[in-house]
């Protein structure tokens, strides 16, 4: 009973993990940087992290499955409205497919 069970479970997971693979809609994939960099916690990644995502995609060849990968930043200057409005437009209009870099919970 249990490894038919588990072989159901198994073939249903198969199924169903095909359409949950993400795809690259608008032909790039946008990363966005955003974080503190110009207050207190700007040491702890501000502009220095943007330059290492940066060459983190160039040592990567710039591409994910054939797509041109791009980063964008923002400074949230550690206020929470300042971010989600950040966060808000890129998601909204600049089709920004990630958000990444949040040091603190503003």
Known sequence: MKISYLVSAALLAATVMPAAAAEISDGKVKIG???????????????????????????????VQGAPVEI?????QNKPDIASNIARQWYDTEQVDSIMELTTSS
């Open 72 to 76: 964008v930043s923002a400074d949230h």
């Open 33 to 63: 940087i955003l974080n503190d960099q110009s207050g207190v916690y700007a040491d702890f990644g501000g502009k220095w992290s943007v330059e290492a995502a940066k060459m983190a995609v160039e040592d990567f060849g710039g591409k």
